[in-house]
């Protein structure tokens, strides 16, 4: 940090007074004392944006209502769409939850922390804004060493959980780097920077609070990874099933048009198109080289790791028009090709 004892002060020259905040509001989520500050804010009842091994979160404390709505505002989500709330381990979610055993219980055991959220019957009182009032609440252990220092230090300042959505505009492409979230709130929002989120997508959300568990989003865990650990079968969603955002058939979406296609229909179709355009970019596992095509890779892993950043890099070329080959129909891939039909539904 720079020190300002000689030459005028920030606050006195716009130009640098921004340049001050552009630092500032960027906090190194490797350092124990900028950890310290977003935690502060947080517990004042702030916005902080944070990285997870998912993407990144837009943090408030989960049992300050008027933080939560902070969250609902900045976002422009319906105040109906409950936020998950993270938690350092069970006993943070202990807080939250009404009971934390069976379905839940097994999968905590089995996966926390790890990309896995489970909802579950809520502990009266706690957290209304952030579940938006419903019975049930859902809960996640981050397994990102930064998100787990600063729920740490959370601790340490008397706060047990953190609602955090994603870091991003209600219905848009989630943030995996801490520029992402810059480019959708400005340099006003403080970020704790914790780098590129290695898993990429959203978490698994599973009910946990039915007769049945019910897989509500499916994530990079495969639904046979989870089964294991429940030692049954997940039911299918009911037409009972809370309506929530991820549930909502169209989300995750780019400001460009994307279109899934198979494979073969995806190669006719490049065939027929000049060498060198513009207006239109192209994520493909087999399509042949051209500038303005993206291989795509073989491993669904590695594609749930850059997909965002992908969309978001196609978005800011300024396209209109997104293909994108349509990955396999295996449960590796579940969690990818849920997310790219919900960018490509109208
Ligand atoms: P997001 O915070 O955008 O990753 O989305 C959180 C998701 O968790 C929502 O889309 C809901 O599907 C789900 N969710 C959160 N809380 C509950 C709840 N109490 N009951 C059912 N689903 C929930
Ligand atoms: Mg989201």
Same mark, same amino acid.
């Given at each position: 940090?720079?020190?300002?004892?000689?030459?005028?002060?920030?606050?006195?020259?716009?130009?640098? %007074? @921004?340049?001050?905040?552009?630092?500032?509001?960027?906090?190194?989520? %490797?350092?124990?004392?900028?950890?310290?500050?977003?935690?502060?804010?947080?517990?004042?009842?702030?916005?902080?944006?944070?990285?997870?091994?998912?993407?990144?979160?837009?943090?408030?404390?989960?049992?300050?209502? %008027?933080?939560?709505?902070?969250?609902?505002?900045?976002?422009?989500?319906?105040?109906?769409?409950?936020?998950?709330?993270?938690?350092?381990?069970?006993?943070?979610?202990?807080?939250?939850?009404?009971?934390?055993?069976?379905?839940?219980?097994?999968?905590?055991?089995?996966?926390?922390?790890? $990309?896995?959220?489970?909802?579950?019957?809520?502990?009266?009182?706690?957290?209304?804004?952030?579940?938006?009032?419903?019975?049930?609440?859902?809960?996640?252990?981050?397994?990102? $060493?930064?998100? &787990?220092?600063?729920?740490?230090?959370?601790?340490?300042?008397?706060?047990?959980?953190?609602?955090?959505?994603?870091?991003?505009?209600?219905?848009?492409?989630?943030?995996?780097?801490?520029?992402?979230?810059?480019?959708?709130?400005?340099?006003?929002?403080?970020?704790?920077?914790?780098?590129?989120?290695?898993?990429?997508?959203?978490?698994?959300?599973?009910?946990?609070?039915?007769?049945?568990?019910?897989?509500?989003?499916?994530?990079?865990?495969?639904?046979?990874?989870?089964?294991?650990?429940?030692?049954?079968?997940?039911?299918?969603?009911?037409?009972?099933?809370?309506?929530?955002?991820?549930?909502?058939?169209?989300?995750?979406?780019?400001?460009?048009?994307?279109?899934?296609?198979?494979?073969?229909?995806?190669?006719?179709?490049?065939?027929?198109?000049? $060498?060198?355009?513009?207006?239109?970019?192209?994520?493909? &596992?087999?399509?042949?080289? &051209?500038?303005?095509?993206?291989?795509?890779?073989?491993?669904?892993?590695?594609?749930?790791?850059?997909?965002?950043?992908?969309? @978001?890099?196609?978005?800011?070329?300024?396209?209109?028009?997104?293909?994108?080959?349509?990955?396999?129909?295996?449960?590796?891939?579940?969690?990818?090709?849920? @997310?790219?039909?919900?960018?490509?539904? $109208?």
């Amino acid at each position: 940090m720079p020190h300002e004892r000689d030459g005028p002060l920030p606050s006195a020259n716009p130009a640098a %007074r @921004r340049a001050k905040g552009r630092l500032v509001n960027l906090l190194d989520g %490797r350092r124990a004392e900028d950890v310290d500050r977003a935690a502060r804010q947080l517990a004042d009842g702030g916005l902080v944006a944070m990285p997870t091994e998912t993407v990144y979160g837009l943090a408030a404390r989960a049992d300050d209502d %008027r933080a939560v709505a902070a969250i609902y505002a900045a976002k422009g989500r319906p105040a109906d769409h409950p936020l998950i709330v993270h938690v350092l381990d069970r006993s943070g979610a202990e807080h939250f939850a009404d009971a934390l055993g069976g379905d839940a219980g097994r999968l905590i055991d089995a996966f926390w922390p790890g $990309p896995v959220t489970v909802i579950v019957r809520r502990a009266a009182g706690q957290a209304d804004a952030a579940a938006a009032r419903l019975g049930t609440i859902a809960l996640r252990c981050p397994a990102h $060493p930064v998100a &787990r220092a600063l729920l740490t230090r959370c601790r340490e300042l008397g706060v047990e959980g953190l609602a955090a959505p994603s870091a991003n505009r209600f219905g848009g492409v989630s943030p995996t780097t801490a520029g992402h979230v810059r480019a959708e709130f400005g340099e006003s929002m403080l970020v704790l920077d914790g780098g590129a989120c290695e898993l990429g997508i959203e978490s698994s959300i599973v009910d946990c609070s039915r007769d049945a568990p019910v897989l509500l989003r499916p994530g990079v865990l495969t639904r046979d990874r989870l089964e294991d650990a429940l030692g049954r079968a997940l039911a299918e969603p009911g037409d009972d099933a809370t309506a929530a955002p991820g549930t909502l058939d169209s989300h995750y979406a780019p400001a460009a048009t994307l279109r899934l296609m198979a494979g073969e229909q995806l190669r006719q179709a490049i065939a027929m198109l000049p $060498p060198s355009m513009s207006g239109l970019a192209v994520y493909s &596992r087999t399509a042949p080289r &051209r500038p303005w095509v993206r291989p795509m890779p073989d491993d669904a892993r590695a594609v749930a790791h850059e997909l965002y950043a992908v969309l @978001r890099e196609f978005d800011a070329r300024g396209v209109k028009l997104i293909w994108v080959e349509q990955p396999p129909d295996t449960a590796e891939w579940e969690g990818v090709n849920d @997310r790219l039909q919900r960018a490509a539904a $109208p």
